[in-house]
């Protein structure tokens, strides 16, 4: 953040040469500057860039209010957050101003008496583009007071007539000027309430008790729903959808990579996971949308991944705490964990009941036998399978540390192969390694090279 311009009287602010933009205009520019250097506007945002971001962009560029449609977890929030970016850093305000109008056009009575009073010295504040961000979550107990505003009891009982337009209290829209409101949920909004906003939104007056001001606002409307086919809780009203210049559907992730990447950034873990354990929970969760025993008009959120990676970190943490490690490390064994607790953030088809832990635990298999395929192909195990199938077993589990683990493994004389797995995946230390080693096995297993066998915290494969 830099600091704020010096500027601090209408005097001095014309003095300097500032130039008053309405917001869209604001935000086409500033948009605009961003492509036409090269720059990316969405930091942050994957598996939209041929998609949603396009229909974005277009929609700014014309000025339009937008509504986001789609599934839980698919971004929309942080999408609308990131408008943000394109305001100005700093922007003027006539200090001390409800609404926060611009100094050289005050729009409430009491701002331009205040303006027709001091001339050049009408104080002016500077209001960093993180304030200029509002956001509602919609709720079914909303109010129109909450929105748009209402008449102020204190204000009447200072001696104010009622129909005195300074009454008013202002709800967060008006509060909103020159800046981006926000209103997540919008269906969960009672109807009432959405035909309070059409006024706002076209035609920019608002109606308050019987009063009808004639405020100019200056504000950008932007939404986020879910599909009106899935929720149940209400739906946008087909005059106010239509104010909506331009409504754009989002999405999950297409590409591996970026579903891989929304985990790498969302996720908070407490101990190393390595790649290839986030590849296996993006692809659980990309079998888990296609499955047709999952619900998906409810979808499976970005979330669900997110607060695998997590949750295995957390197994990992645990076991390194419980076995003495020095470092934590996230291994094959910790998956499990992840559907243990992940199982209730899933809409299971009816018919389902009482198969989810089934249906979770082979979609996650099928997950991983993908990614061994995909990291290991062109290895020959035979080998290893050879030492294990005349009779050596191989023990891991939570209460088995890496080291322990990397010493119970078949000695494979001068075979190279227990480094050409770590090779593939980069493992370098300990814990890396044995999660390698570790996912060859599980591979093996899913293959029905060796069986595995499970129970008292441990996992024996032979």
């Known amino acids: 953040m ?5 500027p601090r009287t209408v005097g001095q602010l014309r003095e300097s040469g500032h130039v008053q933009k309405p917001l869209r205009i604001e935000i086409r520019d500033n948009l605009l500057a961003e492509l036409a250097a090269g720059e990316n506007p969405w930091p942050g945002l994957h598996g939209f860039d041929e998609t949603v971001i396009p229909q974005l962009e277009r929609a700014l560029l014309a000025g339009h209010d937008v509504v986001l449609l789609g599934e839980r977890g698919q971004g929309k929030t942080r999408l609308l957050r990131s408008l943000v970016a394109l305001l100005d850093e700093w922007t003027p305000v006539i200090a001390g101003a409800e609404l926060g109008e611009h100094p050289y056009d005050p729009i409430t009575p009491e701002s ?9 010295e009408l104080p002016v504040e500077w209001r960093h583009r993180d304030e200029r961000y509002a956001e509602k979550l919609a709720t079914p107990d909303t109010s129109v007071a909450d929105l748009i505003g209402d008449v102020d009891p204190m204000k009447v009982a200072e001696g104010r007539h009622l129909g005195d337009p300074e009454t008013i209290h202002f709800g967060l829209i008006p509060r909103s000027h020159r800046g981006i409101v926000a209103i ?12 309070a906003m059409l006024n706002v939104m076209e035609e920019r007056d608002i109606q308050i008790r019987g009063y009808v001001l004639r405020l100019p606002l200056d504000t950008l409307v932007v939404a986020s729903a879910n599909p009106e086919d899935y929720t149940n809780r209400g739906r946008i009203i087909t005059p106010l959808k239509d104010r909506f210049g331009a409504e754009i559907r989002t999405h999950y992730p297409t590409e591996l990579h970026d579903e891989v990447a929304v985990v790498r950034q969302e996720a908070h873990l407490v101990a190393e996971v390595p790649d290839h354990l986030i590849e296996i929970l993006a692809r659980f969760t990309r079998n888990l949308r296609e499955s047709n025993s999952v619900d998906q008009r409810s979808g499976v ?9 997590e949750t295995i970190a957390a197994s990992a943490l645990h076991r390194a705490t419980r076995q003495g490690e020095e470092q934590a490390v996230a291994r094959v064994v910790d998956l499990e964990t992840a559907v243990d607790v992940l199982g209730g953030k899933i809409e299971f088809e009816t018919g389902e009941e009482g198969r989810e832990g089934e249906i979770l635990t082979h979609l996650l298999r099928t997950a991983t036998a993908e990614a061994v395929r995909g990291h290991f192909r062109g290895i020959d195990f035979g080998l290893l399978v050879d030492r294990i199938e005349s009779g050596q077993m191989v023990t891991t589990g939570e209460q088995v540390s890496a080291r322990n683990f990397l010493m119970g493994l078949p000695v494979l004389g001068e075979s190279d192969l227990y480094d050409q797995v770590c090779d593939r995946l980069d493992a370098r230390n300990d814990g890396e390694r044995a999660g390698a080693i570790e996912l060859a096995l599980e591979g093996l297993y899913l293959a029905r090279k060796i069986s595995k066998e499970s129970g008292g915290g441990e996992t024996v494969y032979g």
């Open 2 to 6: 830099t600091d704020a311009p010096t």
């Open 112 to 120: 331009r008496r205040r303006a027709e009073e001091l001339g050049d």
């Open 184 to 195: 997540n949920e919008l269906p969960d909004l009672a109807e009432r309430i959405q035909v």
């Open 301 to 309: 959120s970005a979330r669900f991944a997110i607060a695998g990676a």
